[in-house]
């Protein structure tokens, strides 16, 4: 029987040949996929390699250039070359990403790229933002396509452009030796030479040595000098320059009557007297607190009683400042005093200090007391190095100085001075010595007993107490508030010495990595910059040091304190500098423009044992100083900003300067020198000099802030000078001012005066010193017959009682008055033409400034007409604007009827418009009999041999001089009294 195949078997057979062909089929796929997964990552690398280039071997130069070029110089320019390239002139933390240089070397923190490695570069980890306290660009995160160019970009090796920019002057900031190399170039740091002024063939300018400087220069550019200015000018200048006052009618008198038998003997005697005089010191000492950064308080206040921290004692630096200047301190006596007292002249405990511990509030009147100690520290090298070497070390805190040779190590070194000394609490009593130098009535003794008895005793009574809303100590509170005052201010209360202590031991300094103590870095001994001492010539080990800093600053081999010292001597008395910046002589300062007469002054200066009063006296006698300050077009076509110093300089008075001459004008000037300080504005004002007001820090006064006093924030190099409406205001609507312009007209010589001539005379002299003119005095007699009726009508009782304070408030609003040296010769062009742009109060017919309109109510606003004023007023043609309805015009008219400060206004309005238009008319405002000379006729004469014609200033007045821009713009309204026309 043949053998059959069994179903089951079949079955079996069948389902094992599936599962062959299965497994067959699944490793034909297995095999298919893997070489289909081959095949893509083939093809997908060369794609990658397409695209990209290779990344394995590196890339070709011309195609990474490209792909930077595509990808991502567009990331760079939007989101980070505003801060880091050349072009925005920008490199925070001293990183460029323009250049390929600039990733890889990195700014301050190093490199910001490691080619090849995305995840160990600086610059990815910033811009995924993983990083809390490393982020940029700071605005927002990239977008991830950005972030992943940029990874890629390192990945292949971070190319750079092929037009790569390289290095640049501006990448090479930062280079120190580079710097040093300049340094040793540059002018401030090369040693004083010992200069011989040239001789000058022009005789009158051949017998001074600072002449002769002035007019070599002069003479390379084909220009002259200007004559010698008139007696009344040279006086005049002379008492504001030395002493910040005016000089007296009866001074002016005397030195007329001298000049008239030898005007070199009577310029002589009266530069001695002025420098004699106590004024001088206080002037000359003004320059200096600014320097200094003086202030009565610290930077900082109490948030519950929102009063600053005091510094009851600061006054004793400013009067040791003052004293030093009237008693000729020698200067590098000086500065040794200021930052090294305490170890010049140690103090026993419990006894009195000598009086020049007081110098040492050079550092400790400054900022930061009760705030970061490191900020304290950069405080003082910064007012230190600034303020008596011209160099911004203060710069080189977190990284080498990008601009000057100081590297991070020269700051630590200074760094390790200061920071090896403590700064005492300002209210700690026991710790500052007291000076015997200020003296109080015992009556102000007793009453201070009294007062300090009430509050010693509210501080014990407050116990361990905290205040309500916070958990400051009630004791404290008080202690700082109250007792603070009470020392600051109070008359009686002891004077004291602001001091800083030495350490037990000085401190071991290091480097602080970008400015953080956390991160330190090499050791650094204690010496002076090594752009001044190569050597770096370690400081004495047992104290901080800052005796032997002191006697580096002031060593003649410096050759930056005297120069810099002269510098600034010489801005205050000629109204420009010799070096334009005069706290930055370094390699980004301005050059001197007389080179030569600087290192002579300076040599000068040395050599007479420092004097100030020798330098003083050196400039001002001098022809150079004692020129006409007349313009002269033949020479500002060539030198408009009088650099090379062909005619002397306008200067306009500063706040204290004009505070203290209509206090002396007046008679109400409290002559005092020393003293506490006290409010400068307000119902209880002081009477004395504007040095001794109170100056708070944390809320700088606004008055002096719209004069342009600095900021006593950190060390000022110098005042800018700016011209705004805001100060016209001040002259206008000062209590102050009128208060001054009252007392001036309830003089007793003004009331025993009989007529109205003799009295508008009389304020003449006084406060300009000169006659009025013919057509002054007619205008002003109109104005008078107007106004009197008025003042008699009303029953209301106001502080303006007559119209004589309101002249004088006008005269003193005048340019004549603001401006040292800018004479009545300014308003006797025949031919001048010459507007006001004035508004007018409809309907009263009272005039004001279009420059106040921004200040005055809407309402008011609205209601006003503009008027152009030519000098003869009959034919001005007034512009309408509104009118209102005539309900609104009975009110505004009712509300606005002899208000005291809108007869200010009427007054202001009639004068300067008379002393305007009359001054551009008068032909002598000067008369002979009452100085001996004319100053307008003076300009007038013709020119001699030996001077320089200027009959060209007295027949024409420039459009900035007659402030015509002004006056025919609309858009542009001009300030009162025409103080922009400068």
Known sequence: MSESKSPIRCRRTAIRKRRQSSDSARDAGASWRTIRTLFRTIAGAASFVLLFGNPLFGDDGAEGAAFFEKHIRPILV?????????????????????????????????????????????????????????????????????????????????????????????????????????????????????????????????????????????????????????????????????????????????????????????????????????????????????????????????????????????????DYVVDAFNADKPFDQFVREQLAADLLYPTKAGEPAAPEVAALGFLTVGPHANQNVADAVDDWIDVTTRGLLGLTAACARCHDHKFEPIPTADYYALHGIFASVTRVDPLDEDAQPTLN?????????????????????????????????????????????ELAELLLFHPGAPAKAMVVQERKKPVVQYVFERGEPRNRGPQVTRHFLTVLDPQQQPFNEADSGRLDLANQIVSPANPLTSRVFVNRVWGLLMGSYLVGTPSDFGLQGEQPTHPELLDWLAADFVKHQWSVKHLVRTIVSSRTWQQRSGERSECAEVDPTNRLLWRANRQHLTIENLRDGLLQISGQLDPRVGGRAAPLWGDDYTKRRAIYGYINRFNLDPTLGVFDFPSPM??????????????????????????????????????????????????????????????????????????????????????????????????????????????????????????????????????????????????????????????????????????????????????????????????????????????????????????????????????????????????????????TDAATSADQPATFGNQNEQ
């Not at 007297?273 to 600014?290: I, N, T």
């Not at 130098?437 to 003794?445: C, I, M, Q």
């Not at 008895?453 to 509170?477: F, L, P, T, Y």
């Open 78 to 318: 939007t989101h980070c070359y505003e801060c880091h390239s050349e072009k925005a002139m920008s490199r925070e933390g001293g990183l460029l990403l323009d250049r390929e240089s600039g990733w890889l070397q990195g700014g301050d923190g190093g490199a910001v790229v490691v080619p090849g490695e995305p995840e160990q570069s600086r610059l990815l980890i910033a811009v995924r933002y993983n990083n809390d306290s490393l982020q940029m660009p700071p605005e927002k995160a990239l977008d991830e396509k950005s972030v992943t160019l940029l990874a890629e970009w390192i990945r292949r090796g971070a190319p750079g452009p092929q037009d790569d920019m390289g290095e640049t002057e501006f990448s090479k900031l930062g280079d120190q030796s580079l710097l040093f190399s300049s340094a040793k170039d540059h002018w401030a740091f090369q040693p004083i030479a010992e200069v011989d002024p040239p001789r000058s063939s022009v005789r009158a300018w051949d017998q001074h040595a600072v002449d002769r400087f002035i007019i070599a220069e002069l003479q390379k550019k084909e220009l002259q000098p200007s004559p010698v200015a008139d007696p009344r000018t040279l006086l005049i200048r002379l008492s504001w320059n030395l002493t910040g006052l005016p000089p007296t009618p009866q001074q002016l008198q005397d030195f007329l009557a001298a000049c008239e038998q030898d005007s070199a003997s009577a310029m002589s005697a009266a530069i001695d007297r002025f420098l004699d005089d106590p004024g001088f010191g206080q002037h000359l000492a003004r320059m200096w607190l600014d320097v200094a950064r003086y202030a009565d308080t610290d930077s900082s206040y109490r948030p519950d009683t929102r009063t600053p921290h005091y510094f009851p004692f600061a006054f004793t630096y400013r």
């Open 437 to 481: 130098t200020v003296s109080a009535a015992e009556t102000d003794v007793e009453d201070y007993r009294r007062q300090r008895a009430a509050i010693d005793a509210k501080i014990k009574g407050a116990g361990n107490s905290k205040s309500r809303n916070n958990n400051r100590s009630v004791a404290e509170k008080i202690r700082e508030t």
């Open 714 to 963: 950190q060390t000022q190099a110098k005042r800018v000078e700016s011209i705004v409406a805001t100060q016209a205001l001040f002259s206008m609507n000062s209590p102050f001012v009128i208060d001054q312009t009252v007392a001036l007209t309830e003089r007793s010589e003004f009331r025993v005066l009989t007529t109205d001539a003799e009295r508008i005379h009389w304020l003449f002299e006084q406060l300009l010193l000169r006659t009025p003119a013919s057509a002054e005095t007619e205008r002003i007699e109109k104005f008078l017959a107007q106004q009197t009726p008025l003042f008699e009508k009303t029953k209301r009782k106001t502080q303006v009682s007559t119209p004589w304070p309101l002249i004088a408030q006008a005269i003193v609003m005048g340019n004549e008055f603001m401006y040292i040296d800018w004479g009545p010769r300014m308003w006797s062009a025949p031919n001048a033409v010459t507007r006001f742009s004035l508004i007018e109060l409809w309907p009263t017919g009272w005039g004001v400034p279009v420059g106040i309109i921004p200040f005055l109510q809407p309402r008011l606003r609205h209601r006003v007409k503009r008027i152009i004023l030519e000098p003869d007023p009959g034919k001005s043609t007034p512009l309408l604007i509104d009118q209102g309805s005539a309900k609104e015009q009975r009110q505004m008219k009712h509300r606005m009827s002899f208000a005291a400060p809108l007869m200010s206004i009427v007054a202001i309005h009639m004068v300067v418009l008379t002393i305007g238009c009359s001054e551009r008319r008068s032909v002598a405002p000067v008369s002979a009999e009452s100085s001996g000379t004319s100053a307008a006729n003076a300009d007038a004469e013709p020119p001699t041999s030996g001077d320089v014609a200027a009959s060209a200033e007295s027949s024409r007045v420039s459009t900035a001089d007659s402030g």
